[in-house]
């Protein structure tokens, strides 16, 4: 089955700063990559996602890129504020497989 | 609409003891699922449904069972619940296989 790896596990950036969390999969079938954000007590919910057929895709101060080659793909978030201090989760998910399987988090926190 | 709801919010149990998770959509979405989540692991696949009727295993799903009756309907039950069953359970539903994922807000569960 898939295996999703996720780093680093927490991450610190100064307000204003980018912030960049890595994924790696390992099904090269899979085809569809979505990005959760993750607040205290609260349930996750998409912020982005890209699929096989696009190499970034980008919504304001959030862009994903993905390499199928290497297997990996990436959350950058720009111009960091306060509120995107959160858990976030990457995960895959293979078209011919309804399950999504979710990598570990990443705990950001962003100092003011 | 009120999109994915849970109850109960909050439960604890002793060992030995069943319950039954409840999630219900009213986003006419095939495709639901049960996740929990443990701190460090991420969200983990328990069981899923792609329609009524329709189950599947997930990547956990020993000591829990599903079923699905409806299209709304998608309850989770504990046949013996254990204190590694203690975790954050939440219920997921989407319109399609690639499609983004709507949670639920979580049950808080603690077995003793």
């Known amino acids: 089955g898939e295996n999703v790896e996720q780093h680093p596990s927490t991450l610190s950036v100064q307000e204003g700063d980018s912030a960049v969390i890595k994924c790696t999969y390992s099904?090269?079938?899979?085809?569809?990559f979505p990005w959760y954000k993750q607040e205290l007590g609260k349930r996750p919910q998409l912020i982005i996602d890209i699929r096989s057929n696009v190499g970034e895709k980008k919504d304001q101060r959030i862009a994903v890129t993905l390499n199928k080659t290497a297997k990996h793909f990436s959350l950058h978030i720009t111009e960091t504020q306060p509120e995107d201090s959160a858990v976030y989760f990457c995960a895959a998910r293979n078209f011919g497989n309804e399950k999504l399987t979710f990598g570990t988090g990443t705990r950001l926190t962003i100092i003011p | 609409n009120a999109g994915v709801t849970q109850t109960p919010k909050f439960q604890v149990l002793k060992t030995g003891q069943s319950m039954t998770l409840q999630c219900a959509q009213d986003?006419?979405?095939?495709?639901m699922s049960w996740y929990r989540q443990d701190p460090g692991m991420g969200l983990r696949l328990i069981h899923y449904s792609v329609g009524a009727g329709i189950t599947d295993q997930g990547e956990v799903p020993n000591g829990y069972n599903v079923s699905r009756s409806t299209t709304e309907d998608f309850p989770l039950r504990l046949l013996s619940a254990a204190p590694s069953q203690t975790s954050v359970y939440f219920c997921a539903s989407s319109p399609g296989q690639a499609e983004t994922q709507y949670f639920g807000p979580g049950t808080r569960l603690l077995v003793l």
């Open positions: 986003m006419n979405h095939e495709y």
């Open positions: 099904d090269s079938a899979s085809n569809y």
